[in-house]
């Protein structure tokens, strides 16, 4: 299971050296991994069902400018018992990356207040770059 959403910068994504800001990268992180679990994440959200950010990890390669296409390729690299790995790459389209990582989350439910397991079918869904 994979996605590439494509990103529009927006002149407030912008730091004072005209790229794009560190912390913006996490919200274009955040785009493609809803795009990606769109369906589960909708369903779990009426049941309740919270997905935690718990871990980024985030290489910054390139320095995204207004002028540059971005792409986010994001794919679940990693499932396990209790939490799951989205990884991503940042991408012009044509071969540069600006930045590489993943992000690891555990699934919460709030009616109870206490973390769940990850569904066994969810391993189905990892994919290598």
């Not at 785009?31 to 718990?54: C, G, S, T």
């Not at 690299?77 to 555990?106: C, M, Q, W």
């Not at 769940?116 to 869904?125: A, G, N, Q, T």
Request: glycine share 4%; charged share 25%; hydrophobic share 40%.
């Amino acid at each position: 299971m994979q996605t590439t959403a494509e990103i529009q910068v927006r002149f407030s994504d912008l730091d004072c050296y005209g790229h794009v800001n560190n912390a913006v990268y996490l919200s274009y992180l955040e785009i493609a991994r809803v795009q990606l679990i769109h369906d589960m994440f909708i369903e779990d959200m009426k049941r309740n069902i919270q997905y935690l950010l718990v871990r980024v990890d985030l290489r910054y390669i390139l320095p995204i400018t207004l002028e540059d296409k971005v792409f986010v390729h994001c794919w679940f690299s990693e499932v396990g018992k209790a939490r799951f790995k989205a990884s991503y790459s940042l991408h012009n389209g044509g071969g540069k990356i600006f930045a590489e990582g993943y992000t690891e989350h555990a699934l919460y439910n709030a009616n109870t207040s206490r973390p769940i397991r990850i569904p066994k079918e969810w391993s189905e869904f990892v994919e290598t770059k």
